[in-house]
């Protein structure tokens, strides 16, 4: 079903022919992710996926490897596989030998569209639920907000060509590519702009997102509260504590939400709301207020690195993938950045030859 990676393994143009390189750059974030993050049970997992008749295919897992390359470096699918041919600790990554072919540039979009959304959600989840196990992640709180995404449509070339007359305000609706794609505004600011909204659930400590939505950007805020918490509890298996943001996320849905599993509502309410004051003067509140900015980050480093700001694909279902990969990716460099820290300050041995985490193994 998949091609092996014999040559990398046995032959000396194998991994031997890298260790130099490796032991040189041991702090490398590949090397880093390969060592303490293992892959295996991937290519069983998602198995199904593929046919057992035809041409043998590249293994799931070095799809993956080639994905998170491409998105942690905010690549083109050609800018990928070049990347990987040229650069040795890249090629190390995927468990390519410095003989092996590379796939064709097209092969990443098809896997991409052979895992599909549903895939590519288990992936991250999966990831997120081998941290909470290994004590990476807890549950005691979680930071929930939201950010713009603007789709891969030209508003302007659609206001020169378009637009009839000044009452004219929907010339993008009828004529846009991406029909998925719809008007937002900030409320801080009252800035519109024209695609998605991410939402995300954090846990501030880390910087690691543990839940994750991609929606049609005039969603309300406090409308994500309810499927962000619900996925994180079903997928993960969380048992969240804490829930704190701003006050977008201010509202009954919200204090039901937290009503019904117990968790300590600490959004930060509105001037006027007094109805959702309780809870307002707690030492977890104060705690959940000022844990709030490191959130931040998690929006502000894969926008400018990783491209998170700009859609890639047309559609919701493609630009979810995006987000999910991003996202994945984001995770792996958090948790590289945890473990290393806990290794240093003792409170981690250094692993040996197994990796810290081993999320996509049945457990």
Avoid at 43 to 65: F, Q, T, V, W
Avoid at 178 to 184: S, V
Avoid at 208 to 220: M, R
């Amino acid at each position: 079903m998949f091609k092996d990676n014999s040559s990398f393994n046995n032959s000396f143009f194998g991994d031997f022919a890298f260790q130099p390189i490796i032991e040189r750059h041991d702090d490398h974030l590949l090397v880093l992710i390969k060592k303490w993050v293992s892959f295996k049970g991937l290519n069983e997992l998602i198995s199904d996926c593929y046919s057992k008749e035809g041409r043998k295919a590249y293994s799931p897992e070095m799809m993956l490897r080639f994905l998170l390359i491409q998105f942690l470096y905010n690549l083109s699918d050609r800018e990928t596989i070049e990347k990987v041919d040229t650069d040795l600790i890249c090629r190390w990554f995927v468990g390519l030998s410095l003989s092996d072919d590379l796939p064709h540039y097209t092969r990443l979009g098809t896997f991409k569209g052979r895992l599909g959304q549903d895939r590519f959600e288990q992936i991250f989840n999966l990831l997120v639920k081998a941290c909470r196990k290994a004590g990476i992640v807890s549950d005691e709180l979680r930071i929930i907000d939201t950010t713009d995404q603007k789709a891969k449509v030209n508003i302007q070339k659609l206001k020169r060509l378009f637009k009839k007359d000044d009452d004219d305000h929907d010339y993008v609706d009828r004529n846009s590519k991406d029909k998925d794609a719809c008007f937002g505004r900030k409320a801080s600011n009252g800035k519109r702009w024209y695609g998605f909204k991410v939402a995300t659930l954090v846990e501030p400590d880390t910087q690691i997102v543990t839940s994750l939505e991609t929606v049609p950007a005039n969603t309300s805020d406090n409308d994500m509260v309810r499927p962000l918490i619900e996925k994180e509890e079903n997928e993960v298996e969380s048992d969240i504590e804490d829930l704190g943001g701003d006050k977008g996320f201010l509202g009954d849905d919200t204090r039901a939400v937290c009503a019904e599993r117990g968790i300590n509502d600490y959004i930060i309410p509105k001037e006027n709301a007094k109805n959702h004051l309780e809870g307002k003067d707690s030492i977890g509140f104060y705690i959940a207020k000022n844990k709030r900015s490191a959130v931040e980050r998690i929006y502000a480093d894969p926008k400018r690195k990783q491209g998170l700001g700009q859609c890639r694909y047309l559609g919701i279902k493609k630009t979810s993938i995006q987000n999910l990969i991003i996202y994945t990716a984001h995770n792996l460099k958090r948790i590289t950045k945890v473990i290393k820290v806990r290794i240093e300050q003792g409170i981690l041995a250094p692993p040996g030859s197994k990796a810290v985490l081993c999320p996509f193994l049945a457990s």
